[in-house]
């Protein structure tokens, strides 16, 4: 069935296919049948998001434990939902996911933290959690240096916080994913994008974030005026250019993860800024100018 979309309708945050649709969407889109979905939870540390049902694929995107995910079909191993968290549709593994939701208590704080089979740091743990990631905890441990999780398991105590306490300073918290390797649609210590960092980072800071940068640079706080000479930008500015982006950690220095580095990394603004505009190749050929550069309103406080 061919389908004629509105110009505005994103694949990436509206789930439609010519066969089966979000029934939200009914009167929005063409497809032979809309249904309301069901509502499942990620039960692994972390979970690929991906574009089609296809492990070869690259990521588009990183679920965390916890997270809920609003499924539409689950066939083949595969189960194609909508995250909650940012609205982004994709395919996941459906052996990743469970129907037996549980509403958590605990989230992450750290950028990562492990999983132990019984409240002690010398035992080889289970599983590592990234920043945000989020669980049900039981009545206390054994040991208060831990906290126990519904369903088995141990974590540091100090490396969470109650599910809606929230730190004060989003670009402290990325600037914990220093040198962290560049991974394209990654969100764990493991690995992580541009538009991941910045995403963990607000959420971590209780301020919703989209997953990609084109989405934060229409959406995120307010636009910045900013002379060609780079005055006036402050600790927490959001920088974009078109397919990327980066977080200021004072007027001079853009903490960002990036693929010429593969590294997530600290450099003047001027410099990257520079390089960027050079990345188009040729003698006369130019990359991308910054396109935006967006100011939150927690950023003056967080200096």
């Known amino acids: ?103 958590p208590t605990h989230h992450v704080k750290a950028p990562a933290t492990f999983i132990y089979p019984e409240a002690n740091i010398k035992r080889p743990p289970m599983a590592q959690l990234s920043l945000n990631a989020c669980f049900a905890a039981t009545p206390p441990a054994p040991d208060d240096r831990f906290i126990a999780l519904v369903g088995g398991g141990f974590v540091y105590a100090r490396h969470v916080s109650g599910i809606d306490v929230f730190a004060r300073d989003f670009v402290e918290v990325a600037e914990g994913f220093l040198n962290t390797p560049y991974l394209w649609g990654g969100r ?59 977080i200021m950690i004072d007027s001079v220095m853009l903490l960002h993860a990036n693929g010429h580095h593969m590294s997530t990394v600290i450099e003047p603004l001027s410099q990257a800024a520079r390089r960027i505009r050079k990345s188009g190749g040729g003698s006369s050929a130019s990359g991308p100018e910054i396109s935006a550069i967006r100011r939150l309103p927690s950023a003056s406080a967080a200096g």
């Open 1 to 103: 069935m061919t389908m004629q979309l509105p110009h505005s309708l994103d694949r990436r945050r509206h789930a439609f296919r010519p066969d089966l649709a979000d029934i939200r969407l009914e009167g929005r889109v063409l497809s032979q049948r809309f249904v309301a979905g069901i509502e499942k939870q990620v039960r692994l540390a972390s979970v690929p998001m991906r574009a089609a049902p296809d492990a070869s694929l690259g990521l588009e995107n990183e679920a965390l434990l916890g997270e809920l995910v609003t499924v539409f079909d689950d066939a083949g191993g595969w189960a194609w939902g909508q995250l909650k968290r940012d609205g982004y549709v994709g395919y996941f593994p459906s052996s990743a996911l469970t129907a037996d939701v549980v509403a």
């Open 188 to 246: 764990t210590r493991l690995g992580l994008d541009c538009s991941g960092l910045v995403q963990l980072a607000l959420e971590a800071a209780g301020l919703p974030c989209p997953r990609d940068s084109d989405m934060g640079s229409a959406e995120l706080g307010e636009t910045m005026l900013v002379p060609s000479n780079f005055d006036g930008l402050m600790r927490g500015d959001i920088i974009y250019w078109p397919g990327h982006c980066g």
